[in-house]
């Protein structure tokens, strides 16, 4: 029986490295970031005011005081857009507004609600510092400096500080065109009438919305029943980066993606992981295959386990890291197999999910649970106040 952690490591093996693309600027929300994001120039690119107020020169109102405030010519207007095209000379002031460039010759911008003001004079009455109330150029972003770094996810404040710089277009990692395959006579699309020993199909819903969320391109293989040749030829028609298929991988009698897949160079073992035990992992075709059980919860774990981190590393994202935390109750494990337990996060920790452990037929109780404990293989139990390792959900 293979360890989790060494089926992690041939699944990582399978799968390609990070490909690249440019995209617009516009539609590279969520994308990774393939390359640095760097200022062309400086930001902001001149002096700009803080403040709604007055460009004056430090040196002219160094001696005012409110017993003798000194009166200052009023010459013209900065506004955004719109620049005071001269420099301001002794005795003068220009008119600014916040963001408009500081004219040559000011050092200085008094708010306008500390002095009195007509359309062409204004009245200071205490000294302004060196500096005051202006945002130096280069201030936010110096040429050539880092601005977004690569391999960020880019979220929104990441795509307005590449606009800053200019950057109409970057370069992302291709997101992975994923495909799932979905087996089992007994399956029944949701809004369906169940016949017996029938039941509602569930994995393809979250198949499709978990490679989504992880920023891959979900590719739907339908639902096959339980012929090996139709699991061949379902697969064996992917263009994708990775299958992922559920059902059918075990030992039994009606095991039809075993049956397919395995003469087709797919190789099925058991892995020491509760649930999930039973996996295929090879490639069809050239292209890497991964199969997981068919029960739901086990699909679940294994998505967070195995294929996240597979889509992660075609998109040059690292790993979230598995946080140590107190378990609240104590619960059983399966003994020689690392459980992936479904739990919930209360005060003072976690505790499980549901009472019925971490069956992998508990799908509707997966709904409540906001993330995994794992337990290691050698424990057979987990008491109250025990250190677990944990994770809330990735997708």
Not at 232 to 258: F, I
Not at 351 to 375: I, K, M, N, Y
Request: overall charge negative; hydrophobic content about 50%; glycine content about 12%.
């Amino acid at each position: 029986m293979r360890s989790a952690a060494e089926h992690l490591a041939q699944v990582l093996a399978l799968v390609r490295e990070p490909e690249f693309e440019a995209v617009p600027l516009g539609v590279a929300l969520g994308r990774v970031l393939g390359d640095d994001v760097r200022a062309a120039g400086a930001i902001p690119p001149f002096d700009n005011s803080a403040m709604d107020g007055y460009a004056v020169r430090v040196a002219d109102v160094s001696v005012a005081s409110e017993a003798a405030p000194i009166g200052l010519e009023v010459v013209g207007e900065s506004a955004a857009g719109h620049p005071y095209a001269d420099t301001l000379g002794p005795g003068t002031a220009v008119r600014i507004m916040t963001g408009a460039p500081v004219p040559a010759g000011a050092d200085a911008v008094i708010p306008q609600e500390l002095v009195a003001a007509t359309a062409t004079s204004v009245l200071v009455d205490a000294p302004a510092a060196p500096g005051a109330h202006i945002r130096r150029r280069g201030e936010d972003a110096a040429p050539g400096s880092v601005v977004v770094p690569a391999g960020v996810e880019l979220r929104p404040r990441h795509l307005a500080a590449a606009a800053s710089c200019g950057v109409a277009q970057v370069l992302v990692t291709r997101r992975p065109r994923v495909a799932f395959l979905v087996t089992g006579d007994e399956l029944v699309a949701p809004g369906g009438t169940l016949g017996p020993g029938q039941i509602f199909e569930s994995n393809a819903m979250y198949l499709a919305a978990a490679l989504a969320s992880l920023g891959a391109e979900p590719v739907d293989l339908g639902t096959v029943g339980d012929r090996g040749e139709d699991v061949l030829a379902a697969v064996s028609g992917a263009s994708a980066d990775l299958v992922v298929t559920t059902g059918g991988a075990s030992v039994g009698d009606h095991d039809p993606v075993k049956e397919g897949l395995a003469p087709a160079g797919v190789s099925f073992l058991t892995v020491a992981i509760q649930p999930g035990k039973p996996q295929g992992l090879g490639r069809v075709g050239g292209v890497p295959v991964v199969c997981l059980p068919g029960n739901p919860v086990a699909v679940a774990a294994c998505v967070e386990v195995f294929v996240a981190p597979a889509v992660r590393a075609m998109l040059g994202l690292p790993e979230p890291a598995w946080e140590p935390t107190r378990a609240v109750e104590g619960w059983r494990c399966p003994p020689g197999r690392e459980q992936v337990m479904p739990v919930v996060f209360v005060e003072g920790g976690v505790r499980p999910a549901t009472s019925g452990g971490s069956g992998s037929h508990l799908v509707a109780r997966l709904a409540v649970a906001d993330g995994l404990a794992r337990v290691r293989a050698d424990a057979d139990a987990v008491a109250a106040g025990d250190i677990v390792a944990v994770r809330r959900f990735t997708v």
